[in-house]
């Protein structure tokens, strides 16, 4: 496989669920991202991890907990979620530094019923 | 406070013709700029790049043009192709991380 892969692409969960993101490039690189994309509203930067260190939370709730647990792969825990959390969660992975050379997944499409 | 901002939710444009995207920014300390496009039920894809000292780059159909004083950027399709419909998200990049910071995107739709 090559590219960035994300699992599952469509999910749908109650607000009591504990479920988890997957995502897992094949690219070589050593930053992955975490995105959200919510109706009329711009790309959020969620997580960032490089080198699998966290380097960045953009004042995410708890409820989203990220797993990095080596530079291919990419979690993120959800539990008790809200409505207002379904969206698009995008995965991406790039080389450190280097904007240009960011690789999206399809990403996940998240409903919290 | 959005740092990217497209204003334009959505653009309808003529086969042929040109389609131009616009996208101002805040942020004086962007080291250089991108547009992705995104299909539906796919990922954004890089599409071009402009870095902060120059004012034009071009690629094919799609030239992409920097304005800094007025930290306004614009994205020129000509000729604009149904294919081209698509959402464009500008991104400013930044930063010691260098992490990418997008707008709310432009929808295009391009009709034969």
């Known amino acids: 496989e090559t590219g960035v892969t994300q699992t599952p692409r469509h999910l749908v969960m109650g607000m009591t669920n504990k479920k988890s993101l997957k995502c897992e490039q094949h690219?070589?690189?050593?930053?992955m991202y975490w995105y959200k994309q919510s109706a009329k509203k711009p790309l959020e930067l969620m997580f960032v991890?490089?080198?699998?260190?966290?380097?960045e939370n953009n004042s995410v709730p708890s409820r989203f907990s990220p797993e990095c647990p080596n530079s291919s792969h990419l979690f993120l825990h959800l539990h008790t979620l809200q409505p207002e959390d379904s969206a698009l969660y995008l995965c991406?992975?790039?080389?450190?530094?280097?904007?240009?050379?960011?690789?999206f997944g399809s990403g996940t499409r998240l409903t919290v019923v | 406070d959005q740092q990217v901002k497209q204003n334009s939710p959505s653009l309808s444009v003529q086969e042929g013709r040109i389609s131009i995207l616009n996208c101002d920014y805040t942020?004086?300390?962007?080291?250089?700029f991108l547009w992705y496009k995104k299909y539906p039920a796919e990922g954004p894809t890089f599409l071009i790049s402009?870095?902060?000292?120059?004012d034009k780059n071009e690629d094919g159909r799609f030239t992409v043009f920097l304005n800094k004083s007025a930290k306004h950027l614009s994205l020129h399709i000509v000729p604009s192709q149904p294919g081209d419909s698509a959402v464009y998200f500008c991104?400013?990049?930044?930063?010691?991380?260098?992490?990418?910071?997008f707008g709310k995107g432009t929808k295009l739709s391009v009709k034969p």
């Open positions: 991406a992975s790039s080389q450190v530094g280097q904007g240009k050379g960011y690789t």
């Open positions: 690219l070589g690189h050593n930053a």
């Open positions: 991890y490089n080198f699998k260190e966290q380097t």
């Open positions: 942020n004086s300390m962007f080291d250089y």
């Open positions: 402009i870095s902060s000292i120059k």
């Open positions: 991104a400013g990049v930044g930063g010691s991380q260098g992490n990418l910071i």
